[in-house]
């Protein structure tokens, strides 16, 4: 974005540039909202670039975005919305310990932060799923009194 001021501080101009070339010209002062349906026009003839991941690879773990897919050693497996957030986020946040708090305020919301009878119990359901033993967990192990930590069964981890 290039913004061009005049001596005279009354007149304005700017020039949204894509690839070089101007797609977006206005002169100043004009109102919020036609800068807004400028921009989202402008937004709309841009092409979509999405600079995230869609396939996560972590361990034991292959976990697909898009699909909603899991899977742990080669099986797939269902999980809620709720438990692939969760796996999710654990994964992102592989080999940190991840209090309740930060857990609550990242997968149900600020609001909920108090809730760690939640937590439980979506943490013993995604065990359940995942683990190969959940009364002896490998992945989603307990940090008493403080949260959870997720290891992914190897100490290297990729994103693809």
Not at 54 to 62: K, L, P, R, S
Request: aromatic share 10%.
């Amino acid at each position: 974005m290039v913004w061009k001021s005049f001596s005279n501080r009354r007149l304005s101009s700017y020039f949204l540039a894509t690839s070089g070339v101007a797609a977006l010209t206005a002169i100043l002062p004009f109102g919020m909202g036609e800068l807004l349906a400028r921009v989202r026009a402008t937004l709309r003839r841009s092409p979509e670039v999405s600079e995230e991941t869609t396939v996560i690879e972590e361990g034991d773990f292959q976990i697909d975005l898009e699909r909603r897919e899991v899977l742990v050693a080669g099986r797939e497996i269902r999980l809620s919305p709720k438990e692939f957030d969760l796996l999710v986020f654990f994964v992102r946040h592989s080999g940190k310990v991840l209090t309740h708090r930060t857990l609550l305020a990242n997968i149900w919301g600020g609001n909920y932060t108090d809730q760690t009878e939640y937590l439980r119990v979506f943490i013993r359901h995604l065990r359940k799923k995942i683990e190969p033993d959940p009364a002896k967990p490998r992945y989603i192990l307990t940090d008493p009194w403080v949260g959870y930590r997720f290891l992914s069964g190897s100490k290297s981890g990729r994103v693809a």
